[in-house]
């Protein structure tokens, strides 16, 4: 652990499309920071946002690496190895988008880098920020079975790479963090919709000690749906994403007012609206400014990113035999 940071940070973000342009607006808000700059190839891009957030436009981000402490990498996954790397070379923190890289021995590279130079490498995994989600420390006793889907009507950002690392990753990673057993095998398949890359997906995930995880993703999908429900010796836990809600169903010891049935306790707890992104920018800005880890680690994208790229592998093999 390193000594606190007192003074302003100053920060970037580099790539403002559409995720990016929130990412500097949440930094603009945050009263730790001062936000130097943003980045974009698109002058005109950069220039929109920068205007947005009282800051200085730029087209190359390493005209500004030597003026910031901390950065947010907003750009396509294939550029993320060579991005993160000048940042991390030139000294600064990094938030990286999920996923964290294109392969695994990238992001290995990454965090050997960062961890050489005591700087803060954090993965831009949202859900893991969801109130709901939360909401589950102190609830889980070893699950046994989780079922998770994640569906959502087809949008063109994000088809660089297919529905598992487009979608299903954040689900990945918040098993991986559910499930501290590791993975023994996995099954999957998928098929491109409407897109050259898959869009729908599913995947069967079993961990070591028993547990068992379905998977669902797809982005070729009529309505928006993200859920996940966890089932345990002693309570079956149902979580939805959009409304923030969690609810909590757990036996309890006496006879049920129903005959034949088991005495069940229901819980259920809703959340505000809130804002995972700013959380989760302001908790990169702490972990940087009182040099403690972050909540989601570069070891925790790549961990996420391995399982991915196995699901993919099987997809690939279903699709083309």
């Known amino acids: 652990m390193t000594e606190p940071i007192e003074r302003k940070l100053k920060a970037a973000v580099i790539g403002v499309g559409y995720l990016g342009r929130f990412h500097a607006q949440k930094y603009q808000s945050n009263p730790y920071v001062d936000l130097v700059g943003v980045v974009d190839t698109d002058a005109k891009a ?39 790397k000048d940042c991390f070379n030139a000294g600064c923190h990094v938030l990286l ?32 920020f969801n109130p709901a989600v939360m909401a589950l420390k102190g609830v889980l006793n070893n699950p046994q079975f989780i079922e998770s889907h994640r569906l959502s009507p087809f949008k063109p950002r994000g088809t660089d790479v297919n529905v598992v690392l487009d979608l299903m990753i954040h689900d990945i990673d918040i098993l991986l963090s559910l499930v501290s057993h590791p993975l023994k095998t996995v099954n999957s398949v998928g098929v491109p919709v409407l897109s050259e890359e898959v869009d729908i997906a599913n995947a069967r995930l079993q961990f070591e000690n028993g547990c068992v995880a379905n998977v669902t993703a797809s982005r070729a999908s009529r309505e928006a749906m993200r859920k996940i429900r966890i089932f345990q010796q002693d309570a ?20 049920s007012l129903i005959p034949g049935l088991p005495n069940v306790a229901v819980e259920e707890r809703s959340f505000d609206q809130g804002d995972p992104l700013k959380d989760e920018i302001n908790a990169f800005v702490t972990a940087v400014r ?6 989601v680690s570069g070891e925790d994208g790549k961990r996420a990113l391995e399982v991915a790229i196995q699901i993919t592998g099987k997809l690939w093999h279903e699709v083309t035999e």
């Open 46 to 84: 950069a220039a929109k946002v920068a205007a947005e957030v009282q800051s200085r436009a730029y087209t190359d981000y390493k005209e500004l690496l030597s003026q910031v402490d901390l950065v947010s990498i907003v750009v396509p996954t294939k550029y993320h190895y060579a991005v993160a």
């Open 236 to 255: 079956y836990i149902s979580i939805d994403y959009q409304s923030r809600k969690i609810s909590i169903y757990k036996k309890k010891k006496g006879l």
């Open 97 to 128: 988008e999920k996923p964290v890289t294109q392969t695994v021995a990238e992001a290995e590279e990454l965090i050997l880098l960062a961890d050489s130079k005591g700087l803060v490498f954090q993965v831009g995994h949202l859900e893991r």
């Open 290 to 295: 009182e040099g403690t880890p972050p909540v």
